[in-house]
């Protein structure tokens, strides 16, 4: 059964930071690719970052790179999202999605999705 719980969004001040975490299940742990995407009011959506399961390779979004680090724990099941100097377009709901279909940066390409966990970066 797949199974992703984002925790850990909340309020913070532009140049602050936050960590996302999204406890998986045992099966979803055996998809490939793992990532966090995420909606912006009145933008489209983005995938921020993704990691391969099997080696920890990542990737990201060029609105992140430097500033965002996505990372795994295996043993906890948990992929989490470290965010730094956060800006206010940063502001958005973080999903974790996996089971990817096509290209990594591709939102539609991601097939499972949790339920999100919101981020607002406000002075």
């Known amino acids: 059964q797949v199974q992703l719980m984002e925790s850990g969004g909340g309020s913070v001040q532009p140049g602050g930071s936050l960590r996302l975490s999204c406890e998986y299940s045992?099966?979803?742990?055996?998809?490939?690719?793992l990532a966090w995407i995420r909606q912006a009011p009145g933008n489209e959506r983005e995938v921020v970052a993704a990691?391969?399961?099997?080696?920890?390779?990542?990737f990201y979004a060029d609105s992140v790179r430097g500033r965002f680090a996505i990372s795994q724990d295996h043993t906890e099941n948990t992929v989490y999202l470290q965010m730094n100097n956060l800006k206010p377009e940063d502001t958005g709901v973080y999903y974790c999605?996996?089971?990817?279909?096509?290209?990594?940066?591709?939102?539609?390409?991601?097939?499972?999705w949790g339920q999100g966990t919101q981020v607002t970066v406000s002075s």
């Open positions: 045992r099966y979803t742990g055996r998809r490939a690719f």
């Open positions: 990691i391969v399961n099997r080696n920890g390779n990542t």
């Open positions: 999605a996996s089971e990817l279909r096509g290209t990594w940066n591709h939102p539609g390409d991601w097939g499972d």
